[in-house]
């Protein structure tokens, strides 16, 4: 994980919190119910979650109570255009860049000397059955501020208010009260500190509920897909939603998304594009054992490539470019099947989101297919870093090179 965050690929774009901002984030964190962090140095990422305060915690979703009830912090001005770096729903991102596009100059003034508090209600306690999901089609954000600021605020207007009225501007009370207040909070009269909830619509996403579920419902059937196998079987013995239900490892998964023009499906094109030369490299380095050579240096060079393909068993050579002779066959065999030829591994992993979706469901599709079949290092990520973090754990260290700067190269476009 070393070269990952030299690299900037692993806990980058964060920003640091100590001193006073520290102790406001301990503040959130027991306003949320959660007991405050011992450390006295750590980040946070856009939402305001922090690597160190998870690991400490032994909680990635620290900042959650309960699967339907997300939250998250704003302790500075600077986590505007920040990375969510673990988001338990795929529309988070877009959240926070929502209400820093609402509030960006009260949040500016706010996070002068506190710190903002974020619900995300969808107006349900808790989740009891996946299902529950098809209700949550509307978000409400709603904000509490560190020491009740905007409450402060409130009751000097009205001491103000009362020491000017008839003769109270010679009561002693009413002027300790004011400066008692003003000495604690200072003058909050011409502060920006109201915000108002911001009433979000939901279409399709993904959450970490249940064992990680999509629900699709933008199309002309809605669709949930499930991650985790004992939540899909509990799911199939309901009768009363009318929903298509599918397990990610599926086969008929892929052909509903593309019979209802949520994905497609181009062989010649696809073949023709890196990502098909990534996903093959990664399905080759999968299949070698001994090499003399560094993965990294048989990537990067054709000739490598070619030596070390040669070494394998006729039959692992043939499902590995078996993308490359159903397309030469087809010139001449007008009526073969894809599926007689090409490794269902490439039929799944080449599938791309229609070309008619908006660029917000392209990005849910995408994640969905790199779930579907994670083989395609820059694509896993881009769209699933979870996933990416504990499977770079597992590969080799001259592969881990070649996809660091596989990552580096296409970040630049």
Not at 206 to 211: L, M
């Amino acid at each position: 994980m070393e070269k990952l965050k030299a690299a900037g690929l692993f806990g980058g774009e964060l920003v640091p919190v100590t001193g006073s901002l520290a102790k406001r984030y301990n503040g959130c964190l027991q306003m949320l119910g959660l007991k405050p962090t011992e450390l006295e140095k750590f980040s946070v990422d856009g939402m305001g979650w922090s690597p160190e305060i998870s690991e400490e915690k032994g909680n990635t979703y620290y900042l959650n109570i309960g699967e339907a009830n997300s939250n998250a912090i704003i302790i500075s001005p600077n986590q505007k255009g920040k990375p969510v770096h673990m988001p338990f729903h795929s529309f988070d991102r877009d959240i926070m860049s929502a209400i820093f596009a609402a509030y960006e100059r009260e949040i500016r003034d706010i996070t002068k000397d506190s710190a903002i508090c974020l619900h995300l209600d969808q107006n349900i306690d808790a989740y009891y059955e996946p299902f529950d999901l098809l209700r949550y089609k509307k978000l409400s954000v709603s904000f509490k501020l560190l020491n009740d600021l905007e409450l402060k605020q409130k009751e000097q207007f009205q001491l103000v208010e009362e020491f000017e009225s008839g003769n109270n501007f010679i009561d002693r009370k009413i002027h300790s009260k004011l400066l008692d207040s003003a000495k604690v909070y200072g003058d909050l009269r011409a502060r920006k500190l109201k915000l108002e909830p911001i009433l979000l619509d939901i279409k399709s996403f993904y959450t970490k509920a249940f064992g990680g579920i999509f629900v699709l419902r933008d199309f002309a059937t809605d669709i949930i897909v499930f991650e985790d196998m004992e939540m899909f079987n509990k799911a199939t013995v309901d009768t009363v939603h009318d929903v298509s239900l599918y397990h990610i490892s599926h086969n008929e998964l892929t052909s509903s998304l593309v019979n209802n023009r949520i994905t497609e499906f181009d062989i010649k094109k696809a073949a023709k594009t890196p990502r098909y030369e990534r996903i093959k490299k990664h399905l080759f380095v999968d299949v070698l054992t001994e090499t003399e050579h560094d993965l990294k240096e048989i990537l990067d060079s054709p000739f490598l490539f070619k030596k070390y393909l040669n070494t394998l068993d006729v039959e692992t050579k043939k499902r590995l470019m078996s993308v490359e002779l159903y397309n030469q066959r087809r010139i001449v065999e007008r009526e073969l099947k894809i599926e007689d030829v090409v490794d269902l591994q490439y039929i799944k992993a080449l599938l791309q989101p229609d070309s008619n979706l908006e660029e917000e469901q392209k990005e849910l599709i995408w994640k969905l297919l790199i779930k579907i079949v994670p083989k395609d290092p820059l694509h896993l990520y881009w769209y699933d870093k979870e996933t990416f973090y504990a499977t770079y754990k597992t590969w080799k260290p001259s592969y881990c090179e070649w996809v660091i700067d596989c990552i580096l190269e296409n970040n630049k476009n």
